[in-house]
């Protein structure tokens, strides 16, 4: 052991290979428990660090290296998670959200400090903690289309208060920290970080545009520009006199305008998720003292402390809230549980402060408590504000029967486009049926897309093959079509990306949906490097059916379709299953899975929106509606997806910075243990 700790030391490759294992291996295995994957990296930390084997330390070069980009990467993420887009629609009320949930925990975190014999540079700072937020329930609130909420609006708007106040805070206590602090030093800093913020947030900005204008599609050089502007500006924060993260989470604010959604956004947050910000929480549990940290268990006090004052002062704000602006209690729960987790700014300004000795050991070991805490209880009570909003504004906006308006009311719909990507001959044929029996039930027309990647040289002989290979998938497709009875428009394009190719297409087609075979995404592949399939979703202007069909279409009888939310795109996978199964003659059930403590009387109310959804009056299949009351989904769902030969799952997709396409814990479950043939139909919201 004496032998590889000394290696370890000698060998930075060594190190940095054996912190890819721990990225790679520790969340998996953590994951397979049931227990975030962020808190295997901690312990991987402690289990590695001078507590534990002694194999890895936080002096390390290698470590350090990492874990100091991984910091500064965490907060630029933050800002560039930001949509300043919806912040731009509710600036005045996320400002005062944004004092209040920064105001009122600074109070009582500076209070707490100064009970337990703080400082007041320490307390204050102490109390700059609290403020800060990571709204890590937003993809919640994403999959029940709840993101155009005022409530969520504003909360999220709040963040760009939050993280610049307490980020602020921080680098007025450290420069008092460090001595031979005055007045005068506390302008001159005040105004220096005024001008720097504002140099980086106009400068990179106005840099960003003219050099993309000119990059044009150029991927690689776009990457670059933006690390090169997170790295300048992270350096010149720490120039002036503050902290690197300072400078990052400002470039992230940056560079927001600037990428927008597309696949460079994808790729910069890919990198740093994958490899840099995870060495950091492996960095945070080096630095964790086993012992200490047993202690503050046991003393608990200030960790309690720490705790309740967050809590009760995050609630207060949004209560307040509540009042001046009169929003249900259900959005305002909404606000409480987005602004309660505590892990991006949280955690990095309590490293610095840990790292300048403003902040002792105990103190870190409570932050970590209370990240582990409040990230678990933040979307937890995310979950069920959705869940109130979600019937709160259905209540508001369907209309009885009796209002429904007439057919002839409707404005005339476009003509039904059906496009399915072919590139596997043994799984095409089960789309292409699907396909054909959506098109002809709808009067439309499919179109079967083969795209060949090419990128500067169109005589190179790859690209004729695939031209080729294409041309004959097209071929068998279009014959399979013509013997369906449905009208086909064969498509062949040049593109430099698959998932980009459809897209265009698609767009060019208009699509009314597009058809593609499911590949495995809980492989270590997928994972690790997202798929064709996670592009086409995160970037299509229409919806995406996602399918992995065990058996021909036409043997699909028995469909179910579990619904989380009844917002209107829900009725176009519902109306999909229902072509599929008055094909076949068969019969769909639509199932939502309610909390186990939901009323009777919001059973009764999600049963009459499953029956509402349920009337097609163009088709003629059985229809049932089922409400399961249930604090399992994934259990509840399998048990009653058993005997099924179809489940389809309607999925909303929010375009956010974090690019490709997330399989979350309780779909990876899902598709891990269903035995039957699924369909995923990913929605734009």
């Known amino acids: 052991m004496e032998a590889i700790r000394s290696l370890l030391q000698e060998e930075p490759i060594l190190s940095f290979a054996l912190l890819l294992g721990v990225i790679l291996v520790v969340p998996l295995l953590f994951e397979r428990l049931r227990l975030p994957g962020l808190v295997g990296l901690l312990a991987a930390g402690i289990a590695l660090g001078p507590q534990g084997l002694n194999l890895l330390s936080s002096k390390l070069p290698t470590v350090q290296l990492l874990s100091d980009i991984g910091v500064v990467y965490l907060l630029f993420v933050a800002g560039l998670e930001i949509d300043l887009e919806q912040f731009r629609q509710t600036r005045n009320r996320s400002a005062t959200f944004g004092v209040l949930t920064f105001a009122i925990p600074l109070t009582v975190g500076t209070a707490i400090g100064r009970l337990f014999g703080f400082g007041w540079n320490a307390a204050i700072l102490l109390g700059s903690l609290f403020a800060s937020h990571t709204p890590l329930g937003y993809p919640i609130v994403s999959r029940y289309g709840l993101v155009k909420n005022e409530a969520v609006l504003v909360t999220i708007g709040g963040t760009i208060f939050t993280d610049i106040a307490a980020l602020l805070v921080l680098a007025v206590c450290v420069g008092i920290h460090g001595g031979e602090f005055s007045l005068w030093s506390l302008v001159r800093l005040l105004g220096s970080l005024l001008l720097y913020a ?43 006199g503050v902290e690197k993260i300072i400078g990052a989470f400002l470039a992230g604010l940056a560079v927001n305008d600037v990428l927008r959604e597309g696949s460079v956004k994808e790729k910069i947050v890919f990198v740093g998720s994958i490899l840099f910000i995870p060495v950091f929480f492996v960095d945070i549990g080096l630095l964790l003292d086993l012992r200490a940290f047993l202690q503050t268990l046991s003393s608990l006090w200030l960790m309690l402390s720490i705790l309740l004052g967050l809590t009760l002062s995050k609630y207060t704000a949004a209560q307040l809230c509540q009042w001046l602006y009169h929003y249900t209690p259900a959005q305002k729960l909404m606000m409480w549980s987005l602004s309660l987790p505590q892990v991006a700014a949280t955690l990095a300004a309590t490293l610095v402060g840990y790292r300048v000795g403003l902040l002792n050991a105990e103190v870190l070991n409570s932050v970590v408590v209370l990240m582990l805490v409040t990230a678990t209880l933040g979307p937890i009570l995310t979950s069920r504000a959705a869940t109130q909003m979600a019937m709160e504004e259905e209540q508001g906006r369907l ?30 044929e089960n789309l292409l049926e699907m396909a054909c029996l959506l098109a002809k039930h709808e009067g439309g027309r499919v179109v079967p897309l083969a795209v060949a990647t090419g990128h500067l040289h169109m005589d190179s002989p790859l690209l004729q093959d695939s031209l080729e290979h294409g041309e004959d998938l097209l071929r068998r497709a279009v014959e399979f079509c013509q013997a369906s009875g ?81 917002r209107s795109q829900a009725a176009r996978a519902v109306r999909l299953a229902e072509i599929l199964a008055a094909a076949n003659q068969g019969e769909v059930t639509l199932l939502h899975i309610c909390l186990a403590s939901t009323p009777e009387s919001d059973r009764q109310w999600l049963e009459a929106q499953l029956l509402s959804l349920a009337q097609q009056p163009d088709l003629s299949c ?60 990913g929605e734009p919201l």
């Open 486 to 566: 449905v009208e086909v428009t064969p498509l062949s394009r040049i593109d430099s990306h698959v998932a980009q190719g459809i897209n265009h297409a698609s767009r060019e087609q208009n699509a009314s949906l597009i058809v593609m075979g499911w590949s495995d995404p809980t492989r270590l592949r997928a994972r690790l490097f997202g798929s064709v399939i996670n592009s086409v979703l995160w970037a299509a202007h229409c919806p995406v059916a996602v399918a992995r069909l065990l058996q021909p279409s036409h043997k699909l009888r028995r469909i179910l379709v579990a619904l989380e939310n009844f």
């Open 198 to 240: 504002a140099a980086v947030l106009f400068g990179v900005d106005w840099l960003g545009q003219r050099f993309f204008r000119v990059t044009g599609s150029e991927e690689g050089n776009q990457f670059l520009f933006v690390l090169l502007a997170l790295f300048v500006a992270a350096l010149g924060a720490q120039w002036i």
């Open 622 to 681: 059985p229809v049932q509606v089922k409400v399961l009351a249930s604090d399992d989904v994934v259990e509840a769902l399998l048990q009653e997806a058993q005997g099924f030969d179809l489940v389809v799952l309607p999925s909303f997709r929010r375009r956010n910075p974090s690019g490709s396409l997330s399989f979350s814990d309780t779909t990876t479950r899902i598709l891990e243990r269903l035995t039957s043939s699924l369909i995923m139909v």
């Open 399 to 428: 209309p009885s029967a009796a209002g429904v308006a007439p057919a002839s009311a409707a404005p005339p719909s476009p003509p039904y486009v059906v496009v399915v990507p072919l590139a596997n001959p043994e799984t095409e």
